[in-house]
Nanobody, 116 residues
Framework: QVQVVESGGGLVQPGGSLRLSCAVS????????MAWYRQAPGKQRELVAA???????NYADSVKGRFTISRDNAKNTVNLLMNSLKPEDTAVYYC??????????WGQGTQVTVSS
């Protein structure tokens, strides 16, 4: 069984920073990519950032230049450093892990609230 566990969410003021972490454990075959998604109330879940095993990254336009995704292949962890946070970044943030053979796993999500 594969477990995906996020941590690091919370309440932060506009302009502040937060660091999210995601750890994968269990019987996972081989990880191809790891990604962060978010879902705000009343909106669809959207991709925020992704990183492959080869360290290629992809960011949503709305977070480019503010968010940085990083991955530790040996530890099966992925982090998301979020700077210059805006109220519109408020959402539940989810970690998703993609296996080489095609499956994927989601975490339970962590709440990020940007408010003064």
């Amino acid at each position: 069984q594969v477990q995906v566990v996020e941590s690091g969410g919370g309440l932060v003021q506009p302009g502040g920073s937060l660091r999210l972490s995601c750890a994968v454990s269990g019987s996972i075959f081989s990880i191809y990519a790891m990604a962060w998604y978010r879902q705000a109330p009343g909106k669809q879940r959207e991709l925020v950032a992704a990183v492959t095993s080869g360290a290629s990254t992809n960011y949503a336009d709305s977070v480019k230049g503010r968010f940085t995704i990083s991955r530790d292949n040996a530890k099966n962890t992925v982090n998301l450093l979020m700077n210059s946070l805006k109220p519109e970044d408020t959402a539940v943030y989810y970690c998703r892990v993609f296996e080489v053979r095609g499956g994927s796993y989601w975490g339970q999500g962590t709440q990020v609230t940007v408010s003064s």
